[in-house]
Every structure is written in structure tokens, then in C-alpha cells.
């Protein structure tokens, strides 16, 4: 396997072996999503409590994105999950993000029940597919 980005195979298939007609995704692929933009900010919630902040795009279309944040109770880093309805998703951790995209914002949504107040910082990546469509 060449050295670069992602690779996710089709089930059965090794994704560190298999030739590339196995791959459901390979970041090589010419049509691979390239990022537009990445960024990150924060969200300080009190205890028990919510919070949410935004980032203006202004693509005029609704662009694929991946959010994850860094847990500070533990350092971990974890998945925004889809929208900001998806806390039950995520009743496992003290500290959650959901994220979710339109056309001219993607916003973040955290909650917190850890005991005590809590920034949390978030990283995004907005994409589009190659030749610049969203």
C-alpha cells in the first residue's frame, strides 16, 4: 500500500493489503472529498448545562463535514455526533458535542454533566468533492 491518507474496505476485505477495486474510500481516489476548510473553537458549559456556537461558511450549498472534540475529563478525542437531538447517542460520556451543517453555517451543540464547568474545544473539517463542487 502506498503512503497516504484513508482507505476503508468493502467488508471481507483488507484495507491494509487488498487492491484499491476493494476499497469502499481511498483518499488516492481522484474523486476523493478534498477539505475546503478546517478550523476549530470552543464551548464553555456550566455544569448541567448547554451551550452552542456557530461557524458562517456562507457556501451557498450544504457542504459533508467531520467534527470531533477533546474531552477534558479525560483527554480524549471524540465524534460530534449528527444533530443536536443525538444526546441519547452519547449517554456514555460526561461531556458531549453534536454538530450539524446547512448552507451558510454548521453549528455546535455541547452539553455537560460532569460536575463541573467545562471548555471544550472542537475541531471541523468542511469538504468538497474534487474540481471545487460542494
Do not use: E
Given at each position: 500500500m502506498a503512503d497516504y491518507g484513508l482507505r476503508v474496505?468493502?467488508?471481507?476485505?483488507?484495507?491494509?493489503?487488498?487492491?484499491?477495486?476493494?476499497?469502499?474510500?481511498?483518499?488516492?481516489?481522484?474523486?476523493?472529498?478534498k477539505a475546503r476548510y478546517s478550523g476549530s473553537t470552543t464551548l464553555t458549559i456550566s455544569d448541567g448545562g448547554t451551550?452552542?456556537?456557530?461557524?458562517?461558511?456562507?457556501?451557498?450549498?450544504?457542504?459533508?463535514?467531520?467534527?470531533?472534540?477533546?474531552?477534558?475529563?479525560d483527554n480524549k478525542y471524540l465524534m460530534c455526533a449528527g444533530n443536536e437531538n443525538s444526546w441519547w447517542i452519547l449517554?456514555?460520556?460526561?461531556?458531549?458535542?453534536?454538530?450539524?451543517?446547512d448552507s451558510s453555517n454548521i453549528?455546535?451543540?455541547?452539553?455537560n454533566d460532569s460536575g463541573s464547568q467545562q471548555t471544550i474545544n472542537i475541531y471541523f473539517h468542511l469538504f468538497y468533492e474534487a474540481g471545487g463542487n460542494i
Open positions: 474496505s468493502k467488508p471481507g476485505y483488507d484495507v491494509l493489503t487488498d487492491a484499491d477495486k476493494y476499497m469502499v474510500f481511498s483518499s488516492k481516489f481522484d474523486d476523493a472529498f451551550a452552542n456556537t456557530s461557524y458562517t461558511h456562507s457556501y451557498n450549498a450544504i457542504p459533508a463535514f467531520l467534527a470531533y472534540y477533546k474531552d477534558p475529563t449517554s456514555s460520556t460526561d461531556i458531549l458535542c453534536t454538530a450539524k451543517v453549528y455546535f451543540y455541547g452539553r
